[in-house]
């Protein structure tokens, strides 16, 4: 049977997967290309990311991908303060992407649509679509809700009145979508803890990884001096919870274990990193490696991977990826939402920067390693494959109607 046309909408480009949203967008592309035409329209918000664009072709019919700024996209976002909007929504809002999307709906006869992001719904305004997925992943109005928490005036308040504007944004658009996805139950409670009339149409589709890709054997050789224990943690370093938590950490636990433990190194493992992170390198004990080509064995060869986010939302790629490896992950009670694994077994859980000196300690205890380790990569291979996860999409958009794959 021929394969019926799909719109894809994603916020950021989901290709290379090389981010936490880019590594669910792409598992979800890649799914849904083996079942459907799928047309995709994207931002790139990284102009490196515009040579991957012909790469898209092995999944898509066809790509619309918009280039946009970051800092003027910001300044037009403040539009959002005159029409009441959610700033989030006009940072996202372009004609290039409207226009495409109205044309390839019209041309292709696409019927059904899936979002990633709901920033994204806003495309979906006037189209005769029967239906109509949104994957949220998180609540993001959570987030900014929380941001608001740390921050002085008027910050605070700005990210107070985004979270609300966002909020209301969010359960409209769930209201209008057949189906509203989120990464995890407690994600999905959340949601429904101020939209519990939308139960029936909210489901939970939970994140995964390739646990061929990320094998202890496809690692590669160790990039670290021999001689010293690295501590490692892993992610976007321009995403502000993750500078805050390698901050906090450098500055917070490391000078604990230091002070019980000789020859350990904390090494950040990432792309952009801010001027906050690399003055952590001023430290001494810190190594900032900056884009590298490949994580895996950054990750592979550390002696314990740390996940000490301290604001999160949904579960942490980065957390699934080091257990894929066969490694002691030692995790952030903030990151904990939605590992399905156990602690003092799979992983080990801290708070506070003691309890995070006490855990990496017993986690860098040789026959504790390999014993989390093992089990980590055991609960990863037995429960989290990408394939049986975004699986449930076609089913919760009843694909099975003639015409589908």
Not at 227 to 255: H, I, K, L, T
Not at 385 to 390: F, K, M, R
Request: with cysteine.
């Amino acid at each position: 049977m021929s394969r019926l046309p799909l719109l894809y909408l994603v916020h950021r480009i989901p290709y290379p997967p090389n981010k936490g949203d880019k590594v669910r967008s792409f598992n979800i592309l890649r799914h849904l290309a083996r079942h459907f035409r799928v047309y995709l329209g994207c931002f790139v918000d990284h102009p490196d990311d515009l040579t991957h664009v012909p790469e898209l072709a092995e999944w898509c019919e066809d790509t619309c991908a918009v280039s946009i700024r970051p800092l003027l996209s910001r300044l037009a976002s403040l539009r959002g303060l005159l029409s009441g909007e959610a700033l989030t929504v006009p940072y996202y809002r372009k004609t290039t992407m409207a226009r495409w999307v109205r044309d390839s709906v019209a041309r292709q006869s696409i019927e059904h649509a899936v979002v990633f992001s709901g920033a994204m719904a806003q495309y979906l305004e006037g189209l005769a679509l029967k239906r109509c997925l949104i994957d949220f992943c998180d609540v993001d109005s959570a987030k900014w809700t929380q941001y608001a928490q740390s921050r002085r005036w008027p910050m605070s308040w700005l990210y107070q009145r985004e979270g609300a504007r966002l909020g209301r944004f969010e359960r409209d658009w769930a209201a209008r979508a057949d189906v509203s996805t989120f990464v995890t139950a407690a994600e999905r409670g959340l949601f429904l803890g101020q939209a519990p009339h939308l139960a029936s149409r909210t489901e939970v589709v939970e994140n995964g990884v390739d646990a061929d890709y990320f094998a202890p054997a496809n690692a590669g050789p160790s990039p670290y001096p021999e001689g010293v224990r690295q501590v490692v943690f892993s992610g976007a370093m321009d995403y502000w919870p993750n500078v805050d938590a390698a901050c906090w950490f450098a500055n917070e636990v490391m000078p604990l274990l230091r002070a019980r433990l000789q020859g350990l190194e904390f090494t950040v493992v990432g792309m952009n990193p801010t001027p906050a992170v690399r003055a952590l390198e001023g430290l001494g004990y810190v190594r900032v490696t900056g884009t590298v080509a490949d994580v895996r064995p950054y990750v592979a060869h550390g002696d314990v991977v740390v996940a000490p986010l301290r604001v999160a939302r949904g579960i942490q790629n980065k957390v699934l990826e080091a257990m894929s490896l066969a490694r002691p992950v030692v995790v952030s009670t903030a990151s904990l939402t939605g590992l399905r694994a156990t602690p003092g077994e799979e992983f080990l859980a801290a708070g506070s920067a003691n309890e995070f000196a006490d855990a990496v300690a017993v986690a860098l205890e040789p026959a504790d390693a390999a014993r989390i380790g093992a089990a980590a990569r055991a609960r990863v291979v037995a429960d989290y494959s990408w394939e049986a996860h975004v699986g449930a999409l076609r089913e919760m958009l009843r694909f099975d109607r003639e015409g589908a794959a």
